[in-house]
Each structure stands twice: as structure tokens, then as C-alpha cells.
């Protein structure tokens, strides 16, 4: 793996929709590069210090948020620029519409959405949106807005093309926490608050077609839920360490897998993060059988990858000591879940073990990999078309997953980074890393 060098951003950066380009705010300014020669394209000043920055679907806009001012920028055209003023409340968040031509404000305290049309100035308006509980489907034909009104929910769904209801319909939630639209774009997955056990599934036109409500005895309810790309599984995670599959076919069970305290199996891939005397490098160590055997570190220095196996025969916990900081902050239960872009793997990390990220097949229902890093990762992503996880957990390197292995990939000081944000560019070429003020791009070859 390849890096550019370090660039300042006072944001996080982005990759444009098309993945030939990267924003970045550094202070008051809006700086876009092309990703593959990393020539600066165009340079903008606005009037505040940027505080978020947004890439339209077609890659022609962005918008880059300064205190109550939305500045527009255009890519095709370095003359034209639009800016939004936001009197009626502070600007919450900002959300490209599918047909790039239309911006939706989110006001602070969630009192109303703007819809911005950018060709014309025109706004309308949806009230009481549920905070950012609003979604657009995937093929952009339509916008669902959670609503919150007189202590119960519900759910309205716009055209995009005329921007009126085509339907509202009452919730039975308490406190609805989230929701996804189908890959199907034709259902819509809701769930519940914390102390509740119940998922739903509705048409669009308000029909309910499916409820689920966890049977165990738990304390609490869902705490993730994950849509597969495919559209035939559902994953849950729960508070009490257990992940759920629902076949949305045939509207059942099609898994209930618990978290492991701990693991063992030849069939099991265990990594462990460790500090190799040999190299001087952390490597990731592999964990199978006799103990006796040794390192064997096999670098590559063009691609800057170290990789360590070790064999060992032993039942290993994935439990690790706690400071006391930790102990009073402690979260439980799955607190993340995400699909590979086949849907054949999802990647799990439950809060009570933090460092330790688990890899799961869904063909058999068990685990593939075991991932234990010294510290907490931070953010973890699959590649949009292979299956190749990288985690990240705040320092200068980077771990990748693949079938054949597990390596780190330590940044070079001349482009040193504490990683705690990766993103993939939309052809997989390129990945994003950056941290609080600095950012770079690897570029896989």
C-alpha cells in the first residue's frame, strides 16, 4: 500500500461520490483534490470556520456548513456558488437529495427539515421530524421522515419528485430508535427504543408486514440493527451479547448466535495484536497450534505490510483487563454490526469485550476470525467490493483482514496519522484515513 502525504482539515474529509475526488476544510477554507494525482482542483473561502462539509450524488456539488450559512459550491462551474441562510434556527445537518438538486436542512432541536431547491431558492418544509430519523430510499424515488407528535410516533413518506406525503401512518413504538429502508426500497425496518424488543417491518403504504420481538428474558432491547446488501437477512444486536439473523423471506429466525467469552477450534482464525521482539514492529499474531513453534515474519517492504504467525493449541479468552476509567464508562452489548458487500460475513463489536472484533459467516452461523487489538478500535469498514476488512484504533496504522491473513500496515512517518476515521472510495481504490487535524490516502495496488 501507497501514501499520499499529510494534509491539514479542521473536518472530516470526504471522497466525492465518484471517487476521483477528496474534500477537506482546513480553518475557513474548502480544498478539493483529485484522488489519484492529489493536484488541489479548486479552493473556496467561506465566511466562518467550516464545521461540515457535503458531497452531492452526481459529485458536482458540495456544500460546506459555517455556522447558520450553507455555502454551495459547483465543480463544473468554478463562477457559480449559491448560499443558504438559516434564520429561523441553528443548522443541525445538512443532506444531499438523490437528484442533487434539492438540500435538506435539519434545524437544531429537530424543529422542522428544510427542503432547499438549489436551481431555484425555493424551500418547503416537514415538521416535526424525529432529530435525524429521515431516510431516502435507495433508488431516490422516495423520503421517509420519522415524526414525533403528541407522545407518539409515525411515519410519512414524500415523493421526491413532487415532494408530497403519499402516505402517513400511526406507529405502535414507544420511542422509536431507528430505522432502514429495504434494499428493495420497498419496506421499511423500524425499531424501538433500548427497553423495548420489538422490530417492524411495514410497507409503504402503511401496511404492517412483520413484527419481531426478541423472546428472551433481557433487560434491554436492540441496540443495532443492519439490513444485508442482498435483502434477505436482517441482523440484530442486542444489549446482552446475542446477534440475531431474521430471514426476511420466510419472516423467521434463520440464526441466534451468541458473543463468546471465549473461543477455540482449528476452524477459527485468531489474530492478537502483539509487539514482535524480531522486527520491532506490532504485528498481528495467529493463534492454531503447538505453542513450541516460533515467529515467522514474512515483510514485504514495497507494500509496507508486516505479518506474524504463530501456532498455538489452547482455548483463548477474549476478555482483557479493564481500567477503572473503563469500568465506570462501561457499555454492554453489540454496539456495531456491518454487512461485507456480498452479504456472505458480518463484522461485530460488543461493547464488554471493546478491543476484540469478530467476524461471523453467515453461510454457517459461526465465527470465521477472531481480531484482538491492543486498543480499542475505533472505526472498522469493508471494502465496497471485496472482502477486506480494515480496522483502525487511533494510532499510526492501519489492520486488514482477509481470508488468507491478517496484517498491520504501519503508516510512514513522513504521513503519519492516528487513525480514528477510514472510509473506502466508491471503486476501492483509494481509503480515507484521517484524525482530528490531519488526514492521508492509501492507495492499494
Known sequence: MNFSKRFKNSVTPAFSECGKMVANANGSKVLVRDVNTLQLL??????????????????????????????????SDSAWRSCISETNGGVDSVTWSPDSRHLLVLHQFSVFITIWAVEFATQMFVKNPKGSLYRFSGDGKYLAVIERMECNDYVAVLSTRTWKLTSHFKLPTIDAAGFEWSPSNLELCIWDHMFDHRLYIYSLDGSCLFTHEVKKPISMGLQCVAWSPCGQYIALGTHTHYLYLINRTNRKVAGEMLIPESVSGRAVQFYREVHSAMSGNTVMERLQSPPEHKFQVVTDDHIDMKFAEIVIKKKTSTKTNETAKEKR?????????????????????????????????????????????????????????????????????????????CWIIELPAECSVNVNHTNWSSDGNALLLSAKDNFCIGFLE
Open 42 to 75: 479548486q479552493m473556496w473561502v467561506c465566511y466562518d470556520t467550516v464545521r461540515d462539509i457535503v458531497w452531492s450524488p452526481d459529485s458536482n456539488y458540495l456544500a460546506s456548513v459555517s455556522g447558520n450559512k450553507i455555502q454551495l459550491w459547483s465543480m
Open 329 to 405: 464508562v462501561k457499555k454492554y452489548g453489540i454496539t456495531a454490526i456491518k454487512w461485507s458487500h456480498d452479504s456472505s460475513h458480518l463484522a461485530v463489536l460488543d461493547a464488554s469485550n471493546p478491543n476484540t472484533i469478530t467476524v461471523w459467516s453467515i453461510a454457517d452461523k459461526s465465527i470465521t476470525a477472531v481480531l484482538q487489538f491492543v486498543h480499542n478500535p475505533r472505526t472498522f469498514a469493508w471494502h465496497p467490493h471485496l472482502l477486506r476488512l480494515i480496522v483502525a484504533s487511533g494510532d499510526s496504522s492501519v489492520s486488514m483482514w482477509e481470508y488468507d491473513g
